[in-house]
């Protein structure tokens, strides 16, 4: 099996598939970058900008109270509260008047003290109807969870004395810059389906250059020949897209910074308690995601190039299972909760390490498990449908 | 030794051969003539397990295609054409391959030296002319050292001299006991390496001896020229 392994490799290695697809990779992690080019980096005057905005917007809100006559006793509350909350907010407009300059820590540590204050006003209301800040391409939300994120978030940045660096900052360091992209800017579905696209073309390769005979008549089993292939699908696609990976981080490393991999993500695994995740443990986990999915589809890939005999048949039917998987599809029906068993759960790899899906799924690590064990299913049917076709070749 | 017994075929409605039983012993040659179309290659093709036979009909050495599949193929080396051979990959890739994959103990160098490949080996298929890739198909008959060798149309491309060589080639396998069945349009080369011809017409062998008759002769008897 080595020798095919070898031969497989080389014929693979010499394919023109393997630049196109790195430059897909590339381009696609490239795109936030691109989009920002010529721009001013006014990300932190933004920031800063956000604090000032909702400091004017509550003191709107307090002027329209005012006016209220005679006010009821809610009205007072409501203003009260207003006033409570302009108040954090202008310690925030305070410190951070001095903009670049500004000192880190008092920044952080007033930042920490509104959503401190945010998450008491919301425990003690629900529905309170507070300020929040607008960050640029970050949606925002009025529910608890999401106060508790903001304070283990800004918590961490105070202790670690942390600079925040918003999802939509125009130059941020590699470290966040790579992780943003994975998490939030490119959608897992176009990833997967670069590597489809790779697997697809690396599966049909045999049929479509005229070698399948020649493989039909080597003195090993088929399944050999086929472990072979996915050993190479292995050695080359995974390898080629971490090394875009780290070809993208030094591009915006050497103009942006590297950042920190100890930088934090806020999250919450059970929707009530908020808890962070340093860049480093996302980026473990996602490629600990992104090679269970792989496995799946490259054994999904080794199953079809069986039945089909084209690079296009096989293509479509692999995104039309990928497409299975997309928020889109999900949403049109009441899922059962068994469908957390199923891969399709899964190939959203960002909503489930984040927890942010609105399907029945498992943690990562279950997740991973149900891919895996899908590949091992995938596996069982490929063996079964060499046997079979060995059997058919057999005519009475 | 290759043994076929009762094989039939047909491709759609169209019946390509009809009870089919041959012997091909150790160290014969055995050519395979017929016209363009008639199915020459369908049968090579058959012999090595590509299209479906019944279970019993083929055996080599004593082995089942259907019981001992890999066995049987072990013993055996078909190529169809120069076009399967990888495009990107060297002359040395397909040799070193080979070598491996049939666990030949033949060694590369002396087959490359012996065919003139040395000043090929080392590049691409794809940059090779036709001859250059017909002598690549035979050094790798060469080194898998297969005891039976299925060889389709191998003179294509080739200029005399090369044409005598590779006649010497088959003679000298059939000395070490190798069975060779080679499919050709070239009467004269059949006349000169096989011990018997199969002429396949109207769906079956016509087994004819190799007693240094002309060959050409030979085929216009079975194959008249259309309005003579």
């Known amino acids: 099996m080595g020798a095919q392994y070898r031969i497989t490799l080389k014929r693979s290695l010499h394919s023109v598939t393997n630049l196109v697809i790195a430059a897909a990779f590339f381009l696609l992690l490239m795109s936030t970058s691109f989009s920002h080019y010529g721009q001013q980096d006014s990300t932190q005057a933004d920031l800063y900008g956000a604090y000032a905005t909702a400091g004017q917007a509550v003191d709107k809100t307090i002027t329209g109270i005012e006016k209220i006559k005679p006010a009821s006793a809610s009205v007072k509350a409501e203003l009260r509260q207003k006033k409570q909350e302009k108040d954090y907010l202008d310690q925030i407009t305070l410190v951070t008047s001095g903009g670049l300059s500004a000192n880190l820590d008092e920044v952080n540590r007033t930042v920490l003290a509104h959503a401190k204050y945010s998450l008491r006003a919301t425990e003690k209301d629900p529905h309170v109807q507070l300020q929040l800040i607008k960050y640029q391409d970050q949606p925002t939300s009025h529910k608890l969870i999401e106060r508790k994120k903001d304070v283990v978030f800004h918590t961490y940045l105070y202790q670690h004395h942390m600079r925040e660096i918003p999802i939509a900052a125009i130059k941020a360091p590699a470290a966040n810059y790579l992780s943003d992209a994975l998490l939030y800017h490119v959608s897992p579905f176009l990833i997967i389906a670069v590597f489809i696209v790779w697997l697809a073309e690396f599966f049909t390769t045999d049929k479509r250059e005229g070698n399948i005979d020649v493989t039909n008549t080597l003195p090993m089993g088929k399944m050999k020949v086929l472990i072979a292939k996915i050993g190479v699908a292995f050695t080359i696609a995974l390898p080629l897209f971490c090394l875009t990976l780290l070809a993208v981080f030094v591009v915006i490393g050497l103009s942006n910074g590297w950042g920190s991999l100890q930088y934090p993500i806020a999250y919450s695994l059970d929707g009530q308690h908020a808890a962070i995740m340093q860049l480093g443990e996302f980026l473990l986990m996602f490629l600990g995601a992104l090679v269970a999915i792989f496995c799946f589809f490259v054994m999904l890939s080794a199953l079809f190039s069986l039945i089909a005999s084209k690079m296009s048949s096989l293509l479509v039917a692999e995104l039309l299972v990928l497409l299975t998987g997309s928020s889109f599809m999900l949403g049109f029906t009441k899922l059962s909760p068994s469908f957390r068993f199923l891969p399709t759960a899964y190939f959203d790899y960002s909503a489930v390490i984040l927890n942010s899906h609105t399907w029945p799924s498992l943690d990562l690590a279950g997740g991973i498990n149900v891919l895996l064990s899908s590949t091992l299913a995938l596996l069982g049917c490929t063996t079964f449908v060499i046997y079979y076709r060995q059997r058919l070749l057999r005519r009475n | ?228």
């Not at chain 2, 082995?63 to 399967?84: D, G, M, P, T, V």
């Not at chain 2, 495009?87 to 060694?107: C, F, G, I, M, R």
């Open chain 2, 1 to 228: 030794m290759l043994e076929v017994h009762d094989l039939s075929f047909a491709y759609k409605d169209q019946q390509i051969f009809q009870h089919l039983s041959f012997t091909i012993q150790d160290g014969e040659i055995v050519g395979l003539v017929a016209p363009n179309g008639t199915g020459k290659t369908t049968l090579l093709k058959l012999l090595c397990g590509l299209l479906p036979t019944g279970i019993d009909t083929l055996k080599l050495n004593g082995l089942s295609l259907h019981a001992k599949r890999i066995a049987y193929l072990k013993q055996l080396f078909f190529l169809e054409s120069s076009n399967q051979l990888y495009q990107d990959l060297t002359v040395k890739d397909h040799l070193t391959y080979v070598k491996a994959v049939w666990h030949s103990k033949v060694e590369i160098e002396p087959v490359v030296e012996s065919l003139g490949m040395v000043g090929y080996y080392k590049k691409v298929i794809k940059d090779l002319s036709l001859g250059m890739k017909q002598h690549v198909l035979l050094a790798m008959y060469i080194i898998s050292d297969a005891q039976t060798m299925l060889i389709d149309e191998p003179l294509n491309g080739l200029d005399p001299t090369s044409i005598q060589e590779f006649e010497e080639v088959f003679l000298q396998l059939k000395a070490k006991g190798k069975s060779l069945v080679i499919s050709s349009h070239q009467m004269d080369s059949v006349g000169r390496t096989c011990d018997h011809v199969f002429f396949l017409k109207n769906q079956t062998l016509h087994n004819v001896a190799n007693t240094g008759q002309d060959m050409m002769s030979v085929y216009n008897h079975f194959f008249p020229k259309a309005g003579a």
